[in-house]
């Protein structure tokens, strides 16, 4: 059975640090780009960061760029998204997504609230 955990949330004043964790098991993730996204109380889902498993090559949304570190950990099968200076609007919910071309798979998500 697939599964995808996320840890590491929670609450943080602004200007503050977290680093998230994603957690994946069941099969062998080096085929598969690893996402996370983030939907705030009443907005979308949206994109945040990717990291494609096999070659370590990241993207970020434009608004993460310089705030947030994408990183795996292939002998852990772990993603991680560091983040730094956090700001009231980063708080959501954060989601850890896996996908390829056969398959795609989501975390239940981590809450992140960043107090002004």
């Known amino acids: 059975q697939v599964r995808l955990v996320e840890s590491g949330g929670g609450l943080v004043q602004a200007g503050g640090s977290l680093r998230l964790s994603c957690a994946a098991s069941?099969?062998?993730?080096?085929?598969?780009?690893m996402t996370w996204f983030r939907q705030a109380p009443g907005k979308d889902r949206e994109f945040v960061a990717t990291i494609v498993w096999s070659d370590g090559s990241t993207y970020y949304a434009d608004s993460m760029k310089g705030r947030f570190t994408i990183s795996g950990d292939n002998a852990k099968n772990t993603v991680y998204l560091q983040m730094k200076s956090l700001r009231p609007e980063d708080t959501a919910i954060y989601y850890c997504h896996a996908d390829n071309i056969f398959a795609q798979y989501w975390g239940q998500g981590t809450q992140v609230t960043v107090s002004s």
């Open positions: 069941g099969r062998t993730f080096s085929s598969y780009t």
